[in-house]
């Protein structure tokens, strides 16, 4: 069974520029979740989905991030405009519905921003 | 707020030696608890878990962790350490529908 993917690994960008991370869930997982992970630091969640509506996304700093998981599948995590503090591991996790914390995670996208 | 606590930023054993990595945690209600390993260059992975129950939880890889009321600990455990046990392990506790890590602990296993 295929695990949570994720691209790109790397990505390293100049300061003001726009980036955006994509996320392929494990199939039939229904809550899709990510997660910010400075180093350093446990993994700190950005905004969690069930199936394509945003139920948490109270961590999310708006103003520059955003998200989306339009056919309740594949996600997209952007951020416009990048600032030097966005570097970080940006992890992409999912479950069934109900999992109860038992996250499957994906390898992460590690953002530098320059 | 729910919270846990890692107390050793790197523990450091020997192959063969049991090891403990500790977690303390500060949750109202009964906890719901977790401990995670991120080898390098890969995702996290969960190990165990603890919701309700036995005290003494056994998960992946040979681990177990001790869920203790009087004390609000959850400390990983391994009988014996493998050089392979090497990676970055972190506790987590669940509230509501969120998972909330602590800041991560070092296992370091030498041969």
């Known amino acids: 069974e295929a695990g949570v993917v994720q691209s790109p690994r790397y990505k390293i960008i100049e300061k003001k520029q726009p980036v955006a991370f994509w996320c392929n869930p494990i199939?039939?997982?229904?809550?899709l979740y990510w997660y910010l992970q400075n180093l350093g630091q446990g993994p700190e969640l950005l905004i969690r989905?069930?199936?394509?509506?945003?139920?948490?996304d109270s961590q999310l700093p708006k103003d520059r991030f955003s998200a989306e998981r339009l056919k309740g599948v594949d996600s997209t995590l952007k951020i416009q405009p990048a600032e030097l503090g966005d570097s970080a591991v940006y992890l992409c996790?999912?479950?069934?519905?109900?999992?109860?914390?038992?996250?499957?995670f994906g390898e992460g996208s590690r953002l530098t921003v320059l | 707020a729910q919270s846990v606590a890692q107390p050793e930023d790197q523990v450091n054993v020997a192959e063969g030696n049991p090891l403990t990595v500790k977690c303390t945690y500060s949750?109202?209600?009964?906890?719901?608890l977790f401990w995670y390993v991120q080898y390098p260059n890969r995702g996290l992975q969960f190990l165990l878990k603890?919701?309700?129950?036995?005290?003494l939880v056994k998960g992946s890889y040979g681990f177990e962790a001790e869920f203790n009321k009087s004390q609000t600990s959850f400390h990983l455990k391994k009988p014996s350490a493998l050089v392979s046990d090497s990676a970055l392990y972190f506790c987590?506790?669940?509230?509501?529908?969120?998972?909330?890590f602590g800041a991560g602990t070092i296992l370091r296993v030498k041969s």
């Open positions: 996790a999912s479950s069934l519905r109900g999992a109860n914390g038992e996250l499957f």
């Open positions: 199939s039939g997982h229904n809550t």
């Open positions: 989905y069930e199936n394509e509506e945003a139920v948490d």
């Open positions: 949750v109202s209600g009964n906890p719901y």
């Open positions: 603890y919701i309700t129950g036995d005290n």
């Open positions: 987590a506790v669940l509230y509501g529908n969120k998972l909330v």
